[in-house]
């Protein structure tokens, strides 16, 4: 079974830090790309970020961009978003998600979601 497991979110004052994690289960993510995805309430999801499946090709949305960095360790089967100066506007829950390619919309698996809350 093809499983991803958010996890690291949480509550933080704006301007503060947090990294997400997204680890696989079940099969490798070595030759996924992997997108990062949010909603907040009221909103539909939207695409953060993705990484190819070797780690060389990124890309953000306009809102994290200088922001946010996603990188991953494919020895350990995991892919991360390191989210600095931290904003109101982040708030939402984070998914994580397996894809043929960036931008595909052909996916394989996705996480359950973390909650991210920015606030003073």
């Known amino acids: 079974q093809l499983q991803l497991v958010e996890s690291g979110g949480g509550l933080v004052q704006p301007g503060g830090s947090l990294r997400l994690s997204c680890a696989a289960s079940?099969?490798?993510?070595?030759?996924?790309?992997v997108g990062w995805f949010r909603q907040a309430p009221g909103k539909e999801r939207e695409g953060v970020s993705c990484i190819n499946d070797s780690g060389d090709s990124t890309n953000y949305s306009g809102s994290v961009k200088g922001r946010f960095t996603i990188s991953r360790d494919n020895a350990k089967n995991t892919v991360y978003l390191q989210m600095n100066n931290l904003k109101p506007e982040d708030t939402a829950v984070y998914y994580c998600a397996a894809e043929v390619e960036c931008g595909s919309l052909l996916y394989d698996a996705w996480g359950q979601g973390t909650q991210v809350t920015v606030s003073s």
């Open positions: 079940g099969f490798t993510l070595d030759y996924y790309a």
